[in-house]
């Protein structure tokens, strides 16, 4: 490390995510006491204009249009990978080999193939790697996981999980480039599967364990857009919507369902699990808030307890503000960030590692897969 | 009693308080074990022709066109006062004296004074009698009492109830007549305050104990409306909307408020307690849940708790359905019927008797009184 | 018909339906103006003490101890089957036979073929059939039918229902007998897709269209209980939990799930659906209010509106009470005779008839299969 | 200014208002394109060790332990006072007469007159000035106020405002110094009146204009409590809880309640308002929601729409991330930093301004006045 006490970023990427990961490397050490503090050393993107205008914004000291340029650079810990999901495997791959700390945005890779090659670059070049699975970090879900972990809910026996939008109805709305690159199946490998029910996926794999098997359904609702790099209709190769039907290890049987057509719905991740003697929900639109029901409660006052997620005893927020007063969707991502870092000044991998994100795309690809075989679909162990 | 298993019905009125009365004591028995069975008897009217067809869809066994008839009856057990409300003294005193037990709708009369004459007359002749502030018996609400009476809640410091509709904002509504006598206060007594606030008053008292002093305002918003009687503009002299603060005998100090000005509330009566140790409020847009906050429960856990009063051992719950499924309005009536009925059979009284009803006029007269001395106005004791 | 104003029900079966059916006969023509007066002549049950009480409690002029007898009876025009599911098809055979109408509790048959021979009976001898897929009376359903038929929403992209209960979960509940032959498949048929997924799909054939094809999984969390009729330690062979993927013949994908094992859960019977410029949402522990999305509203006012279905305006309720207060689940029912009486009148069949019933049968059939299979099964049309 | 782009701060005190306002001063240039970029100059308190660490924490470049030497300082241009109440007035007005920009912590004054040497100071000096009154800031509030301000509601019917907390019940909770001084009115000025009700005034005032007549109550629920700087068990002398009714200027008739004894609520902040054709409500457990009901609506769809305030379209959220990912409660000082310095830029005061706040504090001292005269007050104007 350049220095005791910093921990230098290399940022590569300034769209949304470079935008939530800067904040996060900033707002990390004002609120947690860390062992090192995050150093925006440089940013990197092919637009050089664009990219010295971001980092004046977030003072990063330097800038690069070639992202070469940045792993080789001596004065940089930590390659942080927020671009477009196509140039995630190469980045990571040769940052490990130069042996940078990997940070990568989710999905790992377009592929379980893909994300594999850069699990073996990190775990051979042992460096600290984490995936941005941002929503593990939600307060609100950290408390469901302890409520798991301490054996209150007994035998599961579901889970359900969502992720509802529905910005992409609209059949004017181009494909291709910047902002839109999700459409893109080369570039972003799938549509909703890997976009959205990733997310729902490494959430529940912390939560509720191993999925066995998958049957799918995907469909593309809308079969052909402008492609803005072209400027042609050319046909839409993504799934815009996702949905299968799995076992866990554990016995729970689940549901899971993803899309950008659910009119009505902005970004509606919600999750529910039910067990023997518990069972809890939470979503995304009012991500401060705890769904909890007890059956061990007295039979006549037994309910759904909605928990606002912001006591001092609650994770994360004694560092924050007061009880009532809530945090948002950028926290997540600060919260992850002082995770890592202090996992770091313990020598403890902080996850999801990139490992626990190739568990989620064994069971992406068999969702895709099982959409087109129309069979059900076992999952490797990752 | 004209017979050992029959309890028979004269009732009053045939509008909408008719229906749900007519309603109660032919549901009642059917679905509670009762020692009398209700039998409708007569039901009086002045429109001839109208009271034949409300008779006939109701199955009372005969009809009369002048109350001092049906009171003068001896196949009557019961009378039952459902018609405007300037007509309950005159009818409740003369069926007292006449021997017959006497239920009258709310609120007992347009003051306290008149309400006291109609003490006096069931007291005096030792008959039952009951008013039907209805509400009390909503299941959600008999639990919350249960709850309060097991001192759960510890000391109290807050009350607050609202009962907000928005039926009378167009300046094009008329006053007086059918349907309409709520507008006129010759008929009506007094607007919100006799028709909305009493029933805030009357479950305040119950739940919370005696109220010792308000300070009170009112406002009628639309000075002067078309009288459906006259054909004439003419002044409108009820309250529109109707507030007090107060303080009750156990400390705890409150807010009320009552107005068909709410916009977007067609009934919406709410109420909340905060207590020491736990906290409940309710309200009738949605009658079926009591939401619950008790701070016994685990730090970490804490939250309120929507509680979905469908459950067999909910008060009352066990002569419907099975959990999750919800009775509604109509229900409050039976009820109250169901009660009063078994306490008849045990020769016991059943709350809220008109002396109950008294207590909720001493304050809508200190409310109303007070709002026009811009004072504090103390509260006798019923 | 006996008489030109009486429509004369002979009832089979006492438990819980027998209750709903017995109340709504007697309630639909309190609060709806209908051509024929429906009349309790008799009910029918092996067990000679209790019908008699039953009878007594609801007004039943008569009872029988066979079907036999009552299906033979001239005095009944009608004949109503709320006995288990076992039976339905024998009676509403005869029934039919004997030139009867025939309502019948759902699912129908216990398979599609049994249903099959129902609807051949009813069909060949033409009388009047209809099934007690209660829910389709819900006045939020039908606003919401009311909306898709207006083509409020435009192409329908998703669907997805559930049905969430928690009462099986204890080890120690038996199987078999009064209460319990839900549990027992001989008598049931199956578990939770009869009992329960067929209220969702029933509801989602008439909102949504024909199911064209569906992958499924089934679970039986506890593998044996002890049987009531045996006293014997028994293997249960109903699904506990049952949970599909499907698609609709409009294009639309759909998830769909039925369980007895989500605690927390009462009979959590939800639907939404979204369509490109609007989306709805409805659950039955809320059953008095509908959540609707319009895209057409203003930009920046979108939301999810929570209408409380209890003005004049909305279906069914001019013939209740007044805005604000809301009727309960036995109001399905009530509204279900209102509407077979009526279309009785006007020569019209009332929906669902049993040719609809065996509609949800055949996705019901297909669902267990494919849970066996692990395949896609395509639905046959009704 | 020491910079044409830089706006140098000097902040008093560094509790929990100090830690909103530094984090506020970081982020706004982040995220708002602003005429000048905040620079944490210095930061002053009494305690060295704890100022310079939290200098370093936040990033002030010098630390002062007297105010007179920081307001004495040639290169601050803002005095930003986050010190207990009874600070402010000194500091502002040496500030104003030092020709510094004044921000101030809310309530402006312990009193109206203490509040109006402040106005006179800064209007005198012609100093830009500012209350922290943050909640102004939350975007739903603000989308509410742009709403009636296009006259969307009509004629106003109803306010209603609450505050309620529940931390202060216990008994053993002691008063005074660090983190308490809100129970001691020597440096408070008043309890909840001084520091809750202020906020649902200033509110009020700025979305429904001038009050002028209120009748109050309040009370001190736990009399004496051990003072932690004598030791002692001292009487306790603000007010626990205070309500009041008022009027407003445009007809509309109101009700303000708060305490910190509503067990079960954190910082519930709610308010909601009635017009003749539109009703809104807000409330700050769920902030980044509008409850908004448009009588315009047709009528069978008329319900109350819970708008996610997270579209580009509301108020500040093209700033921050996507639709359905919301923000929190340091978002509001954030909002005003950058509301501040973007007045500063076009030279237009940013409300509210400390005449505004006096405004405020004429209602606080009338309603602390009404609650001891137990008459009506009128409020003079600000």
Not at 34 to 43: Q, S
Not at 308 to 333: A, C, R
Request: glycine fraction near 6%.
């Amino acid at each position: 490390m350049s220095n005791k006490k910093e921990l230098s970023i290399g940022l590569v990427g300034y769209g949304f995510m470079g935008r939530t990961h800067s904040n996060a490397f900033l707002q990390a050490p004002r609120f947690f006491n860390l062992p090192y503090r995050p150093v925006l050393k440089a940013v990197c993107a092919r637009n050089a204009d664009r990219v010295k205008s971001f980092a004046e914004n977030w003072g990063y000291q330097s800038v690069e249009t070639d992202w070469r340029e940045l792993v080789a650079r001596n004065d940089i810990d930590l390659i942080d990978i927020a671009s477009p999901n196509n140039t995630h495997a190469e980045i990571a791959v040769a940052a490990a080999r130069a042996g940078k700390m990997v940070l990568c945005e989710k999905p790992l890779g377009r592929t379980a193939k893909e994300a594999g090659t850069m699990v073996d670059a990190v775990e051979s070049a042992h460096v600290p790697n984490m995936v941005w699975y941002n929503y593990r970090r939600v307060p609100a879900v950290v408390l469901l996981k302890k409520l798991l972990d301490e054996d209150r809910f007994g035998r599961i026996f579901h889970y359900r999980s969502q992720f509802l939008q529905d910005w992409t109805i609209s059949q004017d709305l181009p494909q291709g480039g910047e902002g839109l690159w999700r459409l893109d199946s080369n570039v972003a490998g799938s549509g909703v599967t890997g976009d959205l029910l990733a997310h729902n996926i490494d959430m529940a794999l912390w939560l509720n364990g191993p999925i066995t098997e998958v049957s799918a359904m995907t469909e593309t609702f809308i079969k052909e857009r402008k492609h803005n790099l072209t400027g042609q209709i050319e046909p839409i190769t993504i799934d815009d919507a996702s949905a299968f039907l799995c076992r866990f290890a554990n016995g729970s049987m689940a549901l899971f369902e993803a899309t950008r057509y659910a009119r009505g719905h902005k970004a509606l991740f919600t999750l529910e699990i039910n067990g023997e003697r518990a069972s809890a929900s939470w979503d995304l639109h009012d991500l401060h808030r705890l769904e909890f029901f007890d059956h061990r409660d007295e039979g006549q006052l037994r309910g759904w307890k909605s928990i606002h997620i912001t006591d001092s005893e609650h994770p994360y927020m004694k560092n924050w503000w007061v009880p009532g007063l809530q945090i948002g969707y950028e926290h997540t991502f600060i919260h992850q960030v002082a995770d890592f870092v202090s996992a770091l000044g313990e020598n403890r991998a902080a996850a999801p590692t990139f490992r626990d994100g190739l568990a989620t795309e064994y069971v992406t690809d068999a969702v895709l897969k099982s959409a087109k075989t129309k069979s059900w679909e076992k999952i490797p162990v990752a």
